[in-house]
């Protein structure tokens, strides 16, 4: 009976076909769930976990020595890690090969990570969420009133009735919210 030597160097599913390989122990591990925790919800070791990374980058040559400053290790640990430590590695080793000095600072960390984080988009219905809610619910309430008003033609007194506010109210609204509207005449 044979065991296969290096099975990470195929996919598990070639492995448990592959004669050449004891695949009791592959079927057992298979089964096996391991959970590993984001490295977010484990902010207090990014520093030491990105201290060993570059540790290991520079003991292999693959990067000059660097040094982590303390502020740039508080800006890799307020970093959320959506790539969690393969995202980490990298930065770490782009910020030693791009350092401008022997220690990194937070500027140079923040730098790197800028690429990174993404204000969230504009979402399908047009509204930033990322907003004060006192600017969204104006920008809410402009675009409720403009389309009720467009969908009325202009009618101020059906667009009242629709919206459930009396005119004068509603033309208070309207002038509050800087919303422009022609006033139309009986005979229109």
């Excluded at 969230?120 to 403009?146: A, C, I, T």
């Amino acid at each position: 009976m044979s065991v296969c030597c290096v099975p990470a160097a195929k996919p598990l599913q070639e492995l448990l076909v592959d004669p050449e390989c004891d695949n009791r122990l592959l079927t057992a591990l298979s089964s096996v769930i391991v959970p590993i925790p984001p490295l977010r919800s484990h902010a207090e070791d990014i520093t030491c976990i990105a201290e060993q990374i570059l540790t290991e980058l520079i003991e292999s040559k693959q990067v000059p020595p660097r040094k982590l400053t303390t502020s740039a290790l508080n800006a890799l640990r307020q970093y959320d890690w959506p790539g969690n430590l393969e995202q980490l590695r990298s930065i770490i080793k782009s910020l030693a090969l791009t350092a401008e000095s022997d220690d990194v600072d937070a500027g140079e960390v923040n730098k790197v990570l800028a690429q990174f984080r993404h204000d969230k988009p504009v979402e399908e219905s047009g509204f930033d969420f990322n907003m004060p809610l006192r600017e969204l619910r104006e920008q809410l309430e402009r675009r409720y009133f403009e389309y009720h008003i467009s969908l009325e033609n202009g009618n101020m007194s059906r667009v009242a009735q629709k919206v459930g506010l009396e005119r004068t109210h509603l033309y208070r609204k309207l002038k509050q919210l800087g919303i422009k509207f022609i006033r139309k005449t009986a005979e229109e």
